[in-house]
């Protein structure tokens, strides 16, 4: 079993920052595929952005220029830096991992931006 656990959310401003964090514990034997994806009420989960075992790293065009993933591998944590908030970044954000072949999914952290 694999647990994901989020934490970083919270209510910013328009044009301020977060960085969310996401720990990854459990039986992980070795670097699995990361990212994080966003999801609102009553939509379907959507990618914001991914990063290999190698640190290949891929974005949302909404995300891109804006937001930043990157991993520490030594704390098995992943971590999603974003930048220039606007108001529709407003959503809950899952971490993922993928051990295995399996897709494993933290409880979600909340992104408010509104001022």
């Known amino acids: 079993q694999v647990q994901l656990v989020e934490s970083g959310g919270g209510l910013v401003q328009p044009g301020g920052s977060l960085r969310l964090s996401c720990v990854a514990s459990?039986?992980?034997?070795?670097?699995?595929?990361m990212g994080w994806y966003r999801q609102a009420p009553g939509k379907q989960r959507e990618l914001v952005a991914a990063?290999?075992?190698?640190?290949?790293?891929n974005y949302a065009d909404s995300a891109k220029g804006r937001i930043t993933i990157s991993r520490d591998y030594a704390k098995n944590t992943e971590y999603l830096q974003m930048n220039s908030l606007k108001t529709a970044d407003k959503d809950f954000y899952y971490c993922t991992a993928n051990v295995d072949e399996q897709n494993y999914w933290g409880q979600g952290t909340q992104v408010t931006v509104s001022s």
């Open positions: 990063i290999t075992t190698g640190g290949s790293t």
């Open positions: 459990g039986s992980i034997f070795s670097n699995p595929k």
